[in-house]
Each structure stands twice: as structure tokens, then as C-alpha cells.
């Protein structure tokens, strides 16, 4: 099954450039659906650029906060230099949606870009 996700570009060049290799999602309706060997064609918000990357494992997690303990912080998207912080996905995801879901980790592997 392929899912259509939406990424900004940083995140979006990153994958491409197979630095990161973990996508963080709120593990919502939409993402309950992602099974290990399906597919996910992202698409660049900033150009409409569209890669496919395959799901090669997925974690639950209660909260980004225990997500970021399990993995490091180059894998999740953040630079060298940056401090990985869960705090930052609450200005895409707020407590109450992260406590009423969960979240999770979706590990993946860039098939190919389209």
C-alpha cells in the first residue's frame, strides 16, 4: 500500500540525503494504517518534489518524550550542532492529540526519488 505524506523541505532533504532515517508522526487514524513493508511517497511542501521511502520497522511510543530516548537525534532529523528536544513537535502536535494517540516512529528507507 503506498500513503501520501506531507513533509516540509528540511526534513524532506534530509530523507533524501538518507541522514534521516526515522519519521515521527502523531500515530493517529491515518498513521494506524502504515503496515512494515508498505510505502510512503513524501512530498515537498516548499516544491512539490515527491520521494518514496519504504517502511522497514514501526514504533509506538505513549509520547515524543520516550521517542527521543530511543533514538538519536541525527536519525530523527536534527543537525550535529542542535539539541533534540520532543518539546519541539508540539508545534506540530499538542499534549492532549500525543495523549489521546500516541505517537510513533516510523523507520524507513529511500526507495527512490520520483
Avoid: C, W
Avoid at 517502511?55 to 530523527?76: A, C, G, H
Amino acid at each position: 500500500m503506498i500513503h501520501n505524506m506531507r513533509l516540509h523541505n528540511d526534513p524532506f532533504i534530509k530523507i533524501k540525503n538518507n541522514t534521516k532515517t526515522i519519521e515521527i508522526r502523531l500515530n493517529d487514524e491515518k498513521r494506524q494504517q502504515l503496515k512494515v513493508g508498505d510505502t510512503i511517497e513524501f512530498t515537498n511542501v516548499t516544491n512539490n518534489e515527491k520521494i518514496l521511502v519504504g517502511i522497514t520497522d514501526l514504533y509506538k511510543f505513549k509520547n515524543f518524550t520516550e521517542l527521543y530516548k530511543k533514538f538519536d537525534k541525527i536519525s530523527l532529523g536534527y543537525n550535529e550542532d542542535e539539541i533534540a528536544n520532543p518539546k519541539d513537535m508540539e508545534e506540530y502536535y499538542s499534549p492532549i492529540e500525543q495523549e489521546k494517540y500516541g505517537v510513533l516512529g516510523i523507520k524507513i528507507k529511500l526507495l527512490k526519488n520520483k
